[in-house]
Each structure stands twice: as structure tokens, then as C-alpha cells.
């Protein structure tokens, strides 16, 4: 799987970086950070799936945003 930082998603998505990293702290877009305050890693299947609004295809599987 592909990862992205907040900002290489923004860049994609055309958003403004902290749309990305607001929508990451408030679980509306899946990522995972290695320690508490690190940076984010979004997968590119989770960004793609916040894009068309839809839920990731693991939100439903017992994932807990990080």
C-alpha cells in the first residue's frame, strides 16, 4: 500500500493541508501516526474513499482512528 503525508494528500485532493489534517484528527479521514504527535500517514485507499465520501473499506472491520 501507498502512503501519504497530509500535505502530498492535500496536494492531490486539492485541499489546504490542514482540511487534511483536521479531517484526520476528527476520524473523518483514516491514517495512522507511529507515536503520539507524529506525523500522519494516510493510505491511498482511505484517501480515496474520504475523496468520494464513502467509508474505508477497514473502517468497518474494528479500525479505531488514530
Do not use: F, S
Not at 23 to 45: F, H, P, S, V, Y
Amino acid at each position: 500500500m501507498n502512503y501519504a503525508t497530509p500535505k502530498e494528500a492535500a496536494l492531490i485532493t486539492r485541499r489546504h493541508p490542514e482540511t487534511v489534517t483536521q479531517a484526520l484528527r476528527l476520524g473523518e479521514l483514516c491514517g495512522t501516526q507511529r507515536k503520539k504527535n507524529g506525523r500522519w500517514l494516510i493510505g491511498m485507499d482511505c484517501l480515496d474513499a474520504w475523496v468520494r465520501g464513502t467509508a474505508c473499506a477497514h473502517k468497518g472491520a474494528g479500525w479505531v482512528a488514530a
